[in-house]
C-alpha cells in the first residue's frame, strides 16, 4: 500500500487552522467522515479531501460543519484578522475619496 501524499499548501499559510479545529473536534466526538458528511449533506468524498487539506472549504461548507459540531463560527477568527481586515478597509476608504 502506498502512502498518498498531503497537500500542505493550506496547512503552510495558516489556513490549515479551521480544519485541524473542525477535525479535532469531528475526533473528540467519535463521530466518522462518512457520518458527519450525511449530518452536513457534504459529498463524503469531498469531505474526505477538505479535512485533508486537498481542498479549500467553502462557506456554506464551514457553516454546516459548524452547526453540525455545535462550534461558534467566530472562535475562527483571530485579531490578526480583524486587524488585516480593518486596514485594508482604512486602505480602500482612503483610495475611494480621491
Known amino acids: 500500500m502506498t502512502a498518498t ?55 456554506e461548507e464551514f457553516l454546516k460543519l459548524c452547526v453540525v459540531l455545535k462550534m461558534d463560527p467566530r472562535s475562527f477568527v483571530t485579531r490578526d484578522m480583524v486587524n488585516g481586515i480593518a486596514e485594508a478597509t482604512a486602505r480602500s476608504i482612503g483610495r475611494a475619496q480621491y
Request: glycine share 6%.
Open 5 to 59: 501524499k498531503r497537500n500542505t499548501k493550506s496547512y503552510e499559510d495558516g489556513r490549515g487552522t479551521s480544519v485541524r479545529m473542525i477535525n479535532r473536534s469531528r475526533l473528540e466526538r467519535s463521530m466518522s467522515v462518512a457520518e458527519l458528511a450525511r449530518r452536513t449533506d457534504i459529498d463524503k468524498k469531498r469531505l474526505w479531501y477538505i479535512l485533508d487539506g486537498q481542498r479549500e472549504m467553502r462557506v
